[in-house]
């Protein structure tokens, strides 16, 4: 399954894939994920709430699970190892790309991120429906973990020895040079020694669609990811991480791995060096 359809493509299809709402909002968005979806959702959607399909014994937010939590979690939403899946969010394309990683982490390829998001859907006009999510038919689903998608903080501190792998963080320009602080409190301001940036924004159009894939080449090209070279996402939280891999993988650039703890895990040790 191609990482990345259309609403046209899932109008069509709607019938024979899953969907999920799998929206999250920074601490400084005072919006509610489930009230909205509740209030408006592509018919027949599910919520996929990454806050809880996640690891609840460490304070990091939404971290990766163990491959039996996911699989059991996963299951009870109603999917199994031969559904194909669709994630969008409420932004447009801001979050789903991480339900769509952690699928493929856990060795599940049927998965896809809608371009656009609900604002696109909502834009055209489409169908919507209100009220929770439908009951779901409980499914077995098998994990996998791809371990080679994921690194921990370890791996970039040797990272920062070796310099074998390209860090590209997701946030902001104005996150990653310090010049306006973190939203989440007591994190410092700056970026991983020797890491590039690529904000979000800029592999998006205004309508939070990807850009053409060319585009996306020559985007990476500029700051160092061709395709020979290995690569590592980074953000806030490892949430906009995954749109980067996403306009890899959907430009045909191989998506490399996500550093999960990302800059909240960075930002907030003493024992971590930090550039500005």
């Known amino acids: 399954m191609k990482p990345l359809v259309s609403t046209q493509w899932l109008a069509d299809n709607l019938g024979e894939v899953l969907v999920f709402d799998c929206t999250k909002y ?3 968005e005072p919006r509610d994920a489930h009230a909205e979806f509740a209030a408006a959702h592509i018919p027949g959607a599910g919520f996929f709430d990454i806050d809880a399909i996640a690891d609840m014994d460490t304070d990091l937010p939404h971290m990766v699970p163990a491959a039996g939590r996911f699989a059991r979690m996963v299951g009870d939403l109603g999917v199994s190892n031969a559904h194909r899946v669709v994630f969008y969010d409420q932004k447009g394309l ?3 790309a991480r339900g769509w990683w952690m699928m493929g982490l ?3 390829d049927k998965a896809a991120v809608l371009d656009g998001g609900l604002p ?3 834009a055209e006009g489409r169908m919507l429906e209100a009220g929770p999510a439908r009951h779901a038919k409980p499914a077995t689903f098998h994990a996998e973990l791809r371990a080679t998608r994921l690194r ?3 791996d970039i501190r040797d990272n920062l020895t ?6 590209i963080d997701a946030r ?6 310090a010049s306006v602080p973190e939203p989440r409190p007591g994190i410092r301001g700056g970026h991983v020694p020797g890491a590039v940036n690529l904000p979000i924004s800029e592999v998006m159009g205004a309508d939070q669609t990807l850009l053409s894939k060319d585009t996306l080449r020559k985007k990476f090209a500029d700051i160092g990811a061709d395709g020979s070279s290995r690569v590592i996402t980074s ?3 490892g949430i906009t991480a995954t749109v980067l891999t996403l306009a890899m993988a959907h430009a045909g650039l191989p998506q490399g791995a996500v550093y999960d703890g990302s800059w909240t895990e960075w930002g907030s040790r003493t024992d971590t060096p930090v550039e500005v």
């Open 172 to 177: 902001a320009a104005a996150r990653f040079n």
């Open 106 to 108: 856990f060795g599940h």
């Open 26 to 28: 920074l601490p400084n």
């Open 235 to 237: 953000c806030g939280s």
């Open 162 to 167: 070796s310099k074998a792998e390209l860090v």
């Open 152 to 154: 921990g903080i370890a």
């Open 120 to 122: 696109k859907w909502i």
């Open 94 to 96: 801001f979050s789903a």
